[in-house]
DNA sequence: ACTAGTGGATAGTTACGCTATCCATGACTG
DNA sequence: CAGTCATGGATAGCGTAACTATCCACTAGT
């Protein structure tokens, strides 16, 4: 499994330790069978490590997810959400209820302890601690791009048909979905910015 | 400036130690004077590795391309392009060329080297290896999304008017603006399949 | 038969981001 | 103006995360 993935053997014990991977099945008291599936699990674990930037624990609870037997999308996404954001500084009244305000105007329903309306607030009180009220200005033109971006993630989960597929595919999508947007929005700077000031 | 900004002492000691904080102004051997300018640093050091994440080192360099005398724009995003990526895995010719025919379908003109063009290249190359040869087919509405955020980004950047300030929007947008639309993104999703499925 | 490799357990390593302690000195408090 | 407290500066220490190394008994392949 080690020579298959690139991932030295002492790494991937390290991962059974963790409960990353389950034991493949024992051939013999000092011989395992490891599977595709094992070999699958494993490339996830690094894809989510290395481009998603998640911690070892954070990977666990993840898969724990994705493992549950009552599977479902919803469940899924609120723990990778969970994952991937840092739970952070309260305060700024001001800021959280401008947060409030705009995603209300945009009538996205809400729950004020959703994990991605924390991320948010966090980042408008941020601006405003910076000095940089006038980011939050931004925000409508983020959202509409924004909007057009779930409609596509939407179309791919949905293309899928088996379950499993789907989970893994909203996992894998999320994560790769945010560093490919990452990566796309500064390279249409550079595209925007080359066109309208003439810059290289 | 620990009272004011809720950073602890000796964390401050240690930021002038690594030099992201120039030494205040010695009024006697141990007494020294911060003023705004460093509250504004200190603020933006915290903001960039809490919500940015970005190493203290990546910050050193962050701060130091701020602080140089010729201070252009494309400078400061190269930096900020490389503190935030992180140099990946080569491999993969197909993943590679497929990444290069996209953007060149797109016009957005490109230097192989750029980071983000290869963030871009190593996401294509893990959605390949974790079996998900079809994520790529959703770079198209990706990029269009992120063709409308560029154009709001680089409208935020010129309204600025003084060349400090357009350099601190430029880095305080590009962390902000990504934590931005990964929250935005997820909330937009939920809308997105409320009203298609009718879920919670 | 024998070398290389394995599962399992335990201990050690490295990097990072702080924290703690010490010192001599200066600033405010009564 | 004595006494407490905080400061700049330097050095050393700590806690966590993610591996990595070593050991052991054993076994698969040659």
Redesign the interface.
């Known amino acids: 499994m080690s020579r298959r993935t690139g991932v030295p053997v002492p790494t991937i014990k390290y991962y059974l330790r963790e409960g990353l991977l389950s034991p493949g099945e024992l051939t013999s008291p000092n011989q395992a069978r490891y599977g595709e599936a094992h070999v699958?699990r494993l490339?996830?674990i690094r894809?989510l490590t290395?481009?998603g930037?998640l911690s070892i624990a954070a990977v666990g609870e993840v898969l724990g997810a994705l493992d549950e037997p009552e599977q479902s999308?919803?469940h899924v996404?609120g723990v990778m959400?969970r994952s991937?954001?840092?739970n952070?500084a309260a305060g700024d009244e001001a800021a959280h209820q401008e947060a409030e305000k705009f995603?209300a105007r945009?009538?996205?329903?809400?729950h004020p302890d959703?994990p991605?309306?924390r991320?948010?607030v966090?980042?408008v009180v941020?601006?405003r601690?910076?000095?940089?009220d006038?980011?939050v200005?931004?925000?409508d033109?983020?959202?509409?791009?924004?909007?057009?971006?779930?409609?596509?993630?939407?179309d791919?989960v949905l293309?899928r048909t088996e379950v499993e597929d789907v989970l893994e595919?909203v996992v894998?999508?999320?994560m790769?979905?945010?560093?490919?947007?990452?990566?796309?929005?500064?390279?249409?700077?550079?595209?925007?910015?080359?066109r309208?000031l003439g810059?290289?």
Request: with cysteine; net charge neutral; proline share 0%.
């Open positions: 699958r490339k996830l894809a290395d481009v930037k999308l919803h996404l959400q991937v954001s840092t952070a995603l945009r009538g996205w329903h809400y959703d991605s309306v991320a948010l966090d980042v941020k601006a601690e910076l000095g940089h006038r980011f200005e931004q925000l033109a983020y959202a509409d791009a924004c909007q057009g971006i779930a409609e596509a993630d939407l791919h293309r595919g894998v999508g999320t790769l979905g945010d560093a490919a947007i990452a990566a796309l929005r500064r390279l249409a700077q550079q595209a925007v910015s080359a309208r810059e290289v």
